[in-house]
C-alpha cells in the first residue's frame, strides 16, 4: 500500500525515509503484535488485561491498541492512566447515547451503564489484521458490533497505521448518539506526559493541529483535519499525529483536547446527534503517523493532502 501511496501520490523528497521496511503481522496469546525486523511497531490488546495495582478492577479491558511506539522505540500510548483509568491508549467509543430507551456511556466504565471490548481477530495478512470490536450497554447487552481493519507501514523514520473502522447495531435497536463534548475515536498520550498523580510525568503534551495551534485550550473544538502530539518521554522527544479522511462523517470532525490531560478525540457528536441504526451504519477512517523528535507542520499538511487523495 505504501509503495502505491509513495509512488502515485507524494514525491520521494517529502518521504526520504519510507522507503518500506518488511513488517511481520502475527497474532499472539494478548492479541495483534505488528513489528518490523523485530522492532514492536503496536499491539492490539484482545486479551482482557487488568489494571496496575492500586487501581480498581472495573477498569479492566481489551479492544485498544497499545504500545504504539515511535520509530526508535518510544511507548507513545498508556493503557491505564492515573486518573482517568478508561481511557485506554487508541480507543473507539460513544460517550451520551441513548439505547432502549436508556441513557448508556460507552466510554466512563465507572458509570456503570456500558463500556466497549475486543470480541476477535478475524483476520491476519502481510500487511495488517482485522478485527472486531462491540460497545456494550449493562442492562441490554451488545450494542453496536465494530470492525477495524488496520494496515501498517514502516519506515526509517516513520510508522504509519491506517485504521477503517465499521459499526452497525448489534440487535434492530438503534443506537442514538446525543450531542456531547467528547466521544469517537481517541488517543491517549504517555504517562510521561500525565501530570495527575503520575510518577512517569516529565513535561505535559504538547499540540500543532492542522490549523497551527499550539494552545491546548485553544484547540478544543477546532475542525482542523490532523492534531499531532508530542512530548518528552524519559528524555526524548517523539509524538503522534493523527489524521481525519475527509470520507469521514463531519469531516473536518471537530476535536476535543483536554487543556490538562494528554488526550484528544475525534468527536462528531459535537456538532450534534445522529443515530447508528439497522440502515444507517457509522463508518471513519483515520491515519496514524509516529515519529521521532518535534513535528513539523509543513511536511505533516503534505503527508495529510497526500492520505486525503487516497480513494
Given at each position: ?78 493503557p491505564f492512566p492515573v486518573g482517568h ?48 470490536r462491540r460497545m456494550v450497554s449493562r ?173
Open positions: 500500500m505504501l509503495r502505491g501511496f509513495v509512488k502515485n501520490c507524494l514525491p520521494l523528497f517529502l518521504f526520504p525515509a519510507i522507503l518500506p521496511a518488511g513488517v511481520k503481522v502475527e497474532q499472539t496469546e494478548e492479541g495483534v503484535l505488528v513489528s518490523t525486523d523485530g522492532q514492536p511497531i503496536l499491539q492490539f490488546q484482545v486479551k482482557k488485561i487488568q489494571p496496575p495495582e492500586g487501581i480498581d478492577a472495573l477498569y479492566a479491558g481489551s479492544g485498544f491498541i497499545h504500545p504504539l511506539r515511535s520509530p526508535s522505540g518510544i511507548v507513545l500510548t498508556d483509568s478508561h481511557q485506554h491508549a487508541v480507543f473507539s467509543a460513544w460517550t451520551r447515547t441513548t439505547f432502549h430507551g436508556k441513557r448508556v456511556d460507552f466510554w466512563n466504565k465507572h458509570r456503570m451503564t456500558g463500556y466497549s471490548e475486543a470480541v476477535s481477530v478475524d483476520k491476519v495478512g502481510k500487511n495488517g489484521f482485522t478485527v472486531t442492562e441490554h447487552g451488545p450494542a453496536i458490533i465494530e470492525t477495524w481493519d488496520v494496515q501498517v507501514e514502516a519506515g526509517k523514520d516513520v510508522f504509519i497505521v491506517d485504521i477503517a473502522l465499521r459499526q452497525r447495531t448489534a440487535k434492530r435497536e438503534p443506537v442514538h448518539v446525543r450531542e456531547w463534548h467528547y466521544g469517537g475515536f481517541a488517543f491517549r498520550g504517555s504517562a510521561a506526559w500525565n501530570s495527575e498523580g503520575d510518577p512517569a510525568f516529565e513535561a505535559p503534551m504538547r499540540i500543532l493541529t492542522g490549523k497551527g495551534t499550539t494552545n491546548l485550550e485553544e484547540a478544543n473544538n477546532e475542525r482542523p483535519r490532523w492534531v499531532a502530539a508530542y512530548g518528552s518521554v524519559k528524555g526524548e522527544v517523539a509524538g503522534v499525529v493523527m489524521m481525519d479522511h475527509p470520507s469521514n462523517f463531519r469531516h473536518p470532525q471537530p476535536v476535543r483536547i483536554h487543556p490538562v490531560m494528554p488526550y484528544f478525540v475525534f468527536s462528531p457528536p459535537i456538532l450534534g446527534s445522529f443515530e447508528i441504526g439497522p440502515k444507517a451504519p457509522y463508518s471513519g477512517r483515520y491515519r496514524i503517523i509516529t515519529y521521532d523528535g518535534k513535528p513539523d507542520a509543513e511536511k505533516l499538511e503534505e503527508w495529510y493532502q497526500a492520505y486525503a487523495r487516497l480513494p
